[in-house]
């Protein structure tokens, strides 16, 4: 029963990708034939990630108003799980419109919340067969739980960090400073680069100093990124100034600066770049 429910960002990447590592685990060890993640949203219940072993049951983005989901059930309960060896004959579950839609009856599901304790959503597992679930198997399921918690962290600290502004500070006319901050994967780097060579075309910049004295990187085709930014630079008229280049980063990253040398200048810290352009700090 697809509804106009729109999924809200962040994309949750990171639990979708360890979820189709476990579902199959978890589908063989409580033999179930589906098992699946929901995001709670405002009004509806949404399958984030789900696994189907022969029968398809529950596809990705199926969509239910909270009010007629096994998940209200779930997270309403105390014990923040819920467990009915057959939905079509249980007292409350066989009156549900998406019970005789699904056609099932084994089912277990456990509440997923985060760090802080707020409700994300739920995972669960249903069978077309009638299903007998211990306590063991409760207590399982909930441990499975509790690793896609980590997952929906790691996912929104991502998610919180592509606000961070990226840093450009403007020094002088023409010049401008852009230090890079912590980790930066691909998508940040995208970021990165359209923020820099819009700055430069709007501001009429001639030199960009570009400090990595605090930069983390991630995935090693960074630094590829970094020299292509340099490269749109230069085909912009704006020369390049390169800072806070840490021995590590230097060492693993020497192979991509053959050849570039040639329209990049590489000093210690910012105070020599705004010297070789010919500034200099007066202390007051």
Do not use: W
Request: proline letters at 2%.
């Amino acid at each position: 029963m697809p509804s106009n429910y729109k999924n809200t960002i962040p994309e949750h990447s990171s639990l979708k990708s360890i979820s189709s590592k476990m579902f199959s685990v978890i589908s063989k060890h409580l033999n179930v034939n589906s098992v699946y993640v929901t995001r709670r949203g405002e009004t509806a219940m949404t399958v984030l990630s789900s696994f189907n072993k022969e029968e398809m049951i529950i596809p990705e983005g199926y969509s239910v108003e909270y009010g007629g989901t096994y998940c209200r059930l779930i997270i309403m309960n105390e014990h923040d799980s819920m467990h009915t060896g057959n939905l079509m004959k249980d007292e409350i579950t066989k009156q549900l419109e998406v019970t005789s839609q699904l056609n099932v009856k084994g089912f277990l599901g456990v509440t997923i919340k985060d760090s802080k304790g707020d409700v994300f959503g739920t995972l669960c597992v249903m069978d077309k067969e009638e299903k007998d679930f211990s306590q063991d198997d409760i207590n399982y399921l909930k441990s499975m739980a509790e690793i896609f918690s980590h997952m929906i962290e790691l996912d929104q600290t991502k998610y919180n960090m592509g606000f961070l502004s990226v840093p450009i500070i403007p020094i002088t006319k023409g010049v401008s400073i852009l230090s890079i901050q912590g980790i930066v994967d691909e998508n940040r780097s995208s970021e990165i680069i359209s923020d820099v060579l819009h700055n430069a075309a709007e501001n009429d910049i001639d030199s960009f100093i570009i400090d990595l004295s605090k930069l983390l990187v991630q995935e090693d085709d960074f630094p590829n990124v970094l020299f292509n930014m340099i490269e749109a630079l230069s085909l912009m008229g704006v020369e390049t100034i390169i800072t806070g280049v840490t021995p590590a980063f230097a060492r693993k990253h020497v192979k991509n600066m053959d050849g570039q040398d040639q329209q990049i200048k590489f000093v210690a810290n910012i105070q020599f770049a705004l010297e070789y352009l010919g500034y200099s700090l007066v202390e007051k």
